[in-house]
């Protein structure tokens, strides 16, 4: 009984999978060749602003989104663009609303969330969850590592080659070649040709960027 049931899930898992070539596939803005969105899938929403590039594998229980619900036009652009060879850990929530812009052959643990829109509390009169949220395009770049458990706020900006530690909370921008760790996350090392990978120090240029949003 219990092989049955094994040999019944992996064959769910086989045709719930989405590809280019299964009709959810088609519902894509872009879904490459090779891409494929593991069954049990999170909720996917917003397929025409979204884009994965090839060979890219997003693991059971992702949630991708585009706006803030199913049935609603946001214009002629992609929102969510996703590029090619990467992997997106189970449980990950990639929520866009203006603009989220992953590189090719990123990687990312389990349980990653990253948004491009916040809640604000400028009204200190208004429940917070009322007021009208505040939307920052985010980027991260291409060969990157995103540890199980981070979180990538609106308006960061991660470099190329660089590992977000898990449980990290990321806001800010952040070179090529850094280690990013930390609540809220800051660089740890970084790597520079003369020094290789070392912890940043005074003559560093810009050592903590990170905590200056916009800077």
Request: hydrophobic content about 35%; proline content about 9%.
């Amino acid at each position: 009984m219990t092989g049955l049931v094994h040999r019944a899930w992996s064959a769910a898992r086989t045709a719930g999978a989405i590809t280019p070539k299964t009709p959810a596939g088609y519902r894509f803005r872009l879904l490459g060749e090779g891409a494929c969105l593991s069954f049990p899938p999170g909720a996917i929403f917003g397929e025409e602003w979204i884009e994965i590039g090839d060979r890219t594998l997003v693991g059971e229980r992702v949630s991708i989104s585009a706006g803030m619900g199913p049935g609603v036009d946001l214009g002629p652009h992609s929102i969510v663009r996703i590029g090619g060879g990467c992997s997106i850990g189970r449980g990950s929530h990639i929520v866009g609303h203006h603009s989220i812009d992953i590189g090719d052959d990123v990687f990312t643990g389990p349980y990653v969330y990253i948004t491009d829109q916040n809640h604000v509390y400028d009204d200190p009169e208004t429940p917070i969850g009322r007021q009208w949220p505040r939307n920052k395009a985010v980027v991260i770049g291409s060969g990157s590592w995103l540890g199980t458990g981070a979180v990538i706020l609106p308006g960061t900006r991660i470099g190329r080659q660089s590992v977000v530690a898990g449980g990290a909370v990321v806001r800010g921008e952040f070179p090529d070649h850094c280690v990013i760790a930390g609540v809220p996350a800051r660089i740890v090392r970084r790597y520079s040709p003369e020094d290789g990978w070392h912890t940043p120090g005074p003559a560093d240029p810009n050592p903590l960027r990170a905590l200056r949003p916009g800077a």
